[in-house]
T-cell receptor
Framework: SQQGEEDPQALSIQEGENATMNCSYKTSINNLQWYRQNSGRGLVHLILIRSNEREKHSGRLRVTLDTSKKSSSLLITASRAADTASYFCATDVDRGSTLGRLYFGRGTQLTVWP | DAGVTQSPTHLIKTRGQHVTLRCSPISGHKSVSWYQQVLGQGPQFIFQYYEKEERGRGNFPDRFSARQFPNYSSELNVNALLLGDSALYLC????????????FGSGTQLSVL
């Protein structure tokens, strides 16, 4: 499978703590994206990092990408109860036949306790 | 502006039946993709349509088909339903094709009994 794989599968923290989720993938990519999903509803795009970028920030989110290790991490700082959701990484694979297709991992279920 | 809209939100069918799911993309978006998400898994790519042409197909049987209309809305059809087709079906739109960020609808929850 060319899917990314998130780690850990589940993460439980207190409000105010930082949450770190990791993603590993198998093939060369054009970009890697992180999405959030609340309770089986639609996914919401959080951040996109291109293969030539190493780090990107958006509000309380920080994403890193290490193409040599084929891995990425998503850091959510000062977590809130409203951050409780499933987080997925998705890769845009560097191959013409897969144009437009994103490969999703199984996700990390984050629970933030008040 | 309206986001991606999908209908119906929930659907219950029995094995062997046929189902049609509908999706309206964000205004101005010409690309529509369909994903299947089984409980506990990440979304799996089914199809992508851009400018009314199929641009990509995932590893799904021929029972799955789709089309895109001149107004860029799309339908996903599944024939001869199996129990294993029970899943959340997600539609996503984007301006172009090619790995940019996707805007997802809330999905259609299909249950096959």
């Amino acid at each position: 499978s060319q899917q990314g794989e998130e780690d850990p599968q589940a993460l439980s923290i207190q409000e105010g703590e930082n949450a770190t989720m990791n993603c590993s993938y198998k093939t060369s990519i054009n970009n890697l994206q992180w999405y959030r999903q609340n309770s089986g509803r639609g996914l919401v795009h959080l951040i996109l990092i291109r293969s030539n970028e190493r780090e990107k920030h958006s509000g309380r989110l920080r994403v890193t990408l290490d193409t040599s290790k084929k891995s990425s991490s998503l850091l959510i700082t000062a977590s809130r109860a409203a951050d409780t959701a499933s987080y997925f990484c998705a890769t845009d694979v560097d191959r013409g036949s897969t144009l437009g297709r994103l490969y999703f991992g199984r996700g990390t279920q984050l629970t933030v306790w008040p | 502006d309206a986001g991606v809209t999908q209908s119906p939100t929930h659907l219950i069918k029995t094995r062997g039946q046929h189902v049609t799911l509908r999706c309206s993309p964000i205004s101005g978006h010409k690309s529509v993709s369909w994903y299947q998400q089984v409980l506990g898994q990440g979304p799996q790519f089914i199809f992508q349509y851009y400018e009314k042409e199929e641009r990509g197909r995932g590893n799904f049987p021929d029972r799955f088909s789709a089309r895109q209309f001149p107004n860029y809305s799309s339908e996903l059809n599944v024939n001869a339903l199996l129990l294993g087709d029970s899943a959340l079906y997600l539609c996503a739109s984007s301006l172009l094709t090619g790995g940019e960020k996707l805007f997802f609808g809330s999905g259609t929850q299909l249950s096959v009994l």
